[in-house]
């Protein structure tokens, strides 16, 4: 018999009179227990023991974090961070039948505040009466509000209970910073291929799993490898069905088409309110920005498979058109915004292809973020206060009293000028010669770069023989004319 007592808390909120059979919430079923044979097979195949836990090796040297959290050797306080199918869960079973604790396992799905009060108080109860230490474990944390996370705090501060929580989520953005700072944070990696086809060839051989009743083949075994992208619930749950289906046939072997059949297609890991979402949309924006076109679709197309927003993808792709494209292209921003409107007027799936196309102009146009840049440098002026007033030939002076005050007096009207350009102060005086805008020689703002030294000088005056307005007799004043009509 186990030592450890365990718990479960219902979607009602309350604690059963006793303990399940079997563990907490079925944390321990399918390694051995009642209920193995009809558990599903990636139940059946959790580890028993820490040693079996494979992909995590930078969190199980002896004194790690996880290996005394599982051993039950120091009573921290634990937040599990990793993608799905790397072994969170398996962690909360391992800490469920090795350690002297009790141990109440709840979902952020189900549970409230008042599910976590009742578990705080019972676990204050055990220990004032020399119980046993208590263990909670949340699954998918991420899901508690602030107000659930809040009535975490004080428990996990004074150790009435050891927290055990598991998210797919960044934590960073997605728990309480509070609670952040009293957990120690350990984060899981997807597991690479080696280490699913490991667990694979497990599944066949081992009495837990299929027992040696079935071959897998290797083209099978590369296909489950690859349609399970490092999630090992995903691939040890497609084995099952592909096993199912050769059992129906009486075939001794799994073979590819088996495996083909039994799995439709592979389920695209996105979650349009997670971290999938973000890191999908970074890598899209990040490839058009670095010119790789062939990454740029392969993004985009995993978002439109995952039924991502195409509203929202042709608004980053209007905003990367003037941030990463700019003057370097200026024809891009239209193409964004064509595709934008294409989106809103024809819509999915034929305005895929308008996504697609505006992908590959903007992944391979030239680039420049001088417009970025040059706001970025004006924003950073003003917010440090630099400015000053407007200058009054400026200023407004069509309203009674304007002229009066001498608003719009000594103001040259541009087009009055031969070249349509003239000096004239435009900025305050404080930013007065400032440059903002510094273009680059990438496609189309290479002649803008040309052009821009010449408008900065006549507009300027800066020791300029055209200068003066209305200038243009001398030869320097011709020649600065023709380059600015250029």
């Given at each position: 018999m186990e030592s450890d007592v365990l718990f479960s808390v219902s979607a009602a909120g309350g604690l059963p009179a006793a303990p399940p059979a079997g563990g907490a919430a079925g944390m321990d079923r399918g390694v051995g227990g009642t209920g193995a044979d009809t558990a599903p097979l990636p139940v059946?195949?959790?580890?028993?023991?820490?040693?079996?836990?494979?992909?995590?090796?930078h969190l199980l040297a002896p004194g790690a974090p996880l290996r005394q959290l599982v051993t039950g050797d120091a009573p921290m306080?634990?937040?599990?961070?990793?993608?799905p199918g790397c072994g969170k869960t398996t962690v909360a079973h391992l800490v469920a039948r090795a350690t002297n604790r009790r141990f109440v396992a709840m979902s952020a799905l189900s549970a409230g505040v008042r599910d976590v009060r009742a578990v705080i108080d019972e676990a204050r109860r055990?220990?004032?009466?020399?119980?046993?230490?208590?263990?909670?474990?949340?699954?998918?944390?991420?899901?508690?509000s602030k107000t659930q996370q809040d009535s975490?705090?004080?428990?996990?501060?004074?150790?009435?209970?050891?927290?055990?929580?598991?998210?797919t989520e960044n934590p960073h953005f997605s728990v309480i910073s509070p609670l952040?700072?009293?957990?120690?944070?350990?984060?899981?990696?997807?597991?690479?291929?080696?280490?699913?086809?490991?667990?694979?060839?497990?599944?066949?051989?081992?009495?837990?799993?299929?027992?040696?009743?079935?071959?897998?083949?290797?083209?099978?075994?590369?296909?489950?490898?690859?349609?399970a992208g490092g999630d090992v619930r995903k691939a040890l749950t497609a084995l099952e069905a592909a096993a199912a289906a050769a059992a129906a046939r009486d075939a001794d072997e799994i073979d590819l088409s088996t495996a083909e059949q039994a799995i439709d297609v592979a389920a695209v890991r996105y979650d349009r309110d997670g971290d999938a979402h973000y890191d999908v949309t970074s890598a899209f924006i990040k490839s058009m920005r670095g010119s790789d076109v062939d990454a740029?679709?392969?993004?985009?197309?995993?978002?439109?498979?995952?039924?991502?927003?195409?509203?929202?993808i042709a608004r980053r792709m209007v905003i990367f058109a003037s941030e990463d494209v700019g003057m370097a292209d200026p024809g891009a921003l239209s193409v964004a915004t064509a595709a934008a409107h294409a989106v809103e007027y024809v819509g999915l799936p034929e305005a895929q292809l308008n996504l697609a196309q505006a992908t590959i102009h903007l992944a391979t146009a030239p680039k420049s973020n001088s417009a970025t840049t040059a706001l970025a440098a004006a924003v950073a002026d003003v917010r440090a206060g630099k400015g000053g007033a407007v200058p009054a030939h400026l200023r407004d002076g069509h309203y009674s009293g304007a002229r009066g005050l001498g608003h719009g007096r000594g103001y040259h009207y541009p087009h009055d000028d031969h070249r349509g350009v003239l000096t004239q102060?435009?900025?305050?005086?404080?930013?007065?010669?400032?440059?903002?805008?510094?273009?680059?020689?990438?496609?189309?703002?290479?002649?803008?770069a040309a052009r821009l030294p010449v408008l900065r000088r006549i507009v300027r005056g800066a020791s300029s023989p055209v200068a003066d307005t209305g200038a243009g007799s001398d030869d320097s004043g011709s020649q600065a004319a023709g380059e600015v009509q250029q």
């Open positions: 059946r195949m959790r580890p028993a023991s820490i040693d079996e836990l494979i992909g995590q090796d306080s634990v937040i599990l961070w990793g993608p055990q220990r004032r009466t020399g119980g046993l230490p208590t263990v909670l474990f949340i699954d998918e944390v991420h899901r508690f975490l705090l004080a428990a996990v501060e004074d150790r009435t209970v050891t927290l055990l929580a598991a998210t952040l700072s009293r957990c120690v944070l350990l984060t899981l990696r997807p597991l690479d291929a080696d280490a699913v086809r490991g667990l694979l060839r497990r599944a066949v051989t081992d009495e837990r799993g299929l027992g040696g009743r079935r071959r897998l083949a290797k083209a099978a075994e590369d296909h489950l490898v690859r349609l740029a679709l392969h993004w985009l197309a995993r978002m439109l498979v995952a039924g991502e927003d195409a509203r929202f102060q435009y900025p305050p005086d404080e930013l007065a010669g400032v440059d903002y805008y510094r273009p680059t020689e990438h496609g189309a703002e290479r002649a803008v």
